[in-house]
């Protein structure tokens, strides 16, 4: 009998590791102050994403095509992770997130590109950026930025 009750049971142990392993998130911030401390305390550099994601058709693919791979979530491990979104969908946000992206982006996105991702040590200087992306799922350059600045 308890043979029978184990093998109904290991199907279903089973399909609890496959959806642990397949829903692994990447933990991001949206806060930068609060990210630098973790990174101060972790001693890692930050990578910021900025992103338009409600109007941005690079940044639509960009997620598909790089942010949701096995590849970044291996080489952000040694991130402290931070999204700073500008929808053009103001009810996307709060108002107290929308003025904080603003100052991240008015600090470190000078130039208002999106997709861009820029590498920061845990005091907030910038180390190293990427903008853009062609859409057609070669993310190499992403990767090299992340692999590079470990």
Same mark, same amino acid.
Request: proline letters at 3%; a positive charge; glycine letters at 4%.
């Given at each position: 009998?308890?043979?029978?009750?184990?093998?109904?049971?290991?199907?279903?142990?089973?399909?609890?590791?496959?959806?642990? *392993? %397949? %829903?692994?998130?990447?933990?991001?911030?949206?806060?930068?102050? &609060?990210? !630098? !401390?973790?990174?101060?305390?972790?001693?890692? @550099?930050?990578?910021?994403?900025? %992103? $338009?994601?409600?109007? =941005?058709?690079? =940044? !639509?693919?960009?997620?598909?095509?790089?942010?949701? %791979?096995? *590849?970044?979530? *291996?080489? &952000?491990? @040694?991130?402290?992770?931070?999204?700073?979104?500008?929808?053009?969908?103001?009810?996307?946000? &709060?108002?107290?997130?929308?003025?904080?992206?603003? $100052?991240?982006?008015?600090?470190?996105?000078?130039?208002?590109?999106?997709?861009?991702? !820029?590498?920061? @040590?845990?005091?907030?200087? &910038?180390?190293?950026?990427?903008?853009?992306?062609?859409?057609? $799922?070669?993310?190499?350059?992403?990767?090299?930025?992340? @692999?590079?600045?470990?």
């Amino acid at each position: 009998m308890k043979k029978f009750f184990l093998l109904l049971a290991l199907p279903l142990l089973m399909s609890f590791q496959v959806v642990s *392993e %397949t %829903t692994e998130v990447n933990d991001w911030k949206y806060d930068l102050e &609060s990210a !630098k !401390k973790l990174a101060k305390k972790q001693d890692k @550099n930050i990578l910021i994403y900025f %992103t $338009g994601s409600d109007w =941005c058709p690079p =940044c !639509k693919m960009l997620k598909k095509d790089f942010f949701d %791979t096995q *590849e970044f979530d *291996e080489a &952000s491990k @040694n991130y402290i992770l931070v999204y700073v979104d500008m929808p053009r969908n103001q009810d996307l946000l &709060s108002s107290k997130q929308m003025l904080h992206n603003k $100052g991240v982006i008015a600090a470190y996105n000078k130039r208002g590109v999106f997709p861009l991702l !820029k590498v920061l @040590n845990s005091k907030g200087k &910038s180390l190293d950026e990427y903008s853009g992306y062609a859409m057609n $799922g070669d993310v190499r350059y992403h990767l090299q930025l992340l @692999n590079k600045h470990k």
